[in-house]
């Protein structure tokens, strides 16, 4: 059974930096990422990781600020995120999908196993 248990978010001030962690248990190969749901918005790509840690893809949103890594010795996946601002506020997910023949997507509907959630809140 694939769990995916999700850690490290809090309270940050803008400019602030957060790194979030995300235990990976039953779940060996294919596509992982980090997606985001602030209120009231529809949930969005951060990030996203190939299997073998060496292809990443980011949002616009994220890219310079943002990394995407995972240990496979541990089975955890990161999201470093640098230079925080109150628009990066929402629930952080990460996600798994072990069918894609190509990794790289974005679309919350292409992933198949999802943690609870750690809320980041980035205040100015």
């Known amino acids: 059974q694939v769990q995916l248990v999700e850690s490290g978010g809090g309270s940050v001030q803008a400019g602030g930096s957060l790194r979030l962690s995300c235990a990976v248990s039953?779940?060996?190969?294919?596509?992982m990422a980090w997606f985001r749901q602030a209120p009231a918005k529809e949930r969005e790509g951060v990030a996203s990781?190939?299997?073998?840690?060496?292809?990443?893809y980011y949002a616009d949103s994220a890219k310079g600020r943002f990394t995407i890594s995972q240990d496979n010795a541990e089975s955890t996946l990161y999201l470093q995120m640098n230079s925080l601002n109150h628009g990066d506020t929402a629930m952080y997910y990460c996600?798994?999908?072990?069918?894609?023949?190509?990794?790289?997507?974005?679309?919350?509907?292409?992933?198949?196993?999802w943690g609870q959630g750690t809320q980041v809140t980035v205040s100015s």
């Open positions: 990781i190939d299997t073998g840690g060496s292809v990443t």
């Open positions: 039953g779940y060996r190969r294919g596509c």
């Open positions: 996600a798994a999908n072990p069918f894609a023949i190509r990794c790289g997507s974005l679309n919350f509907a292409d992933y198949t196993y």
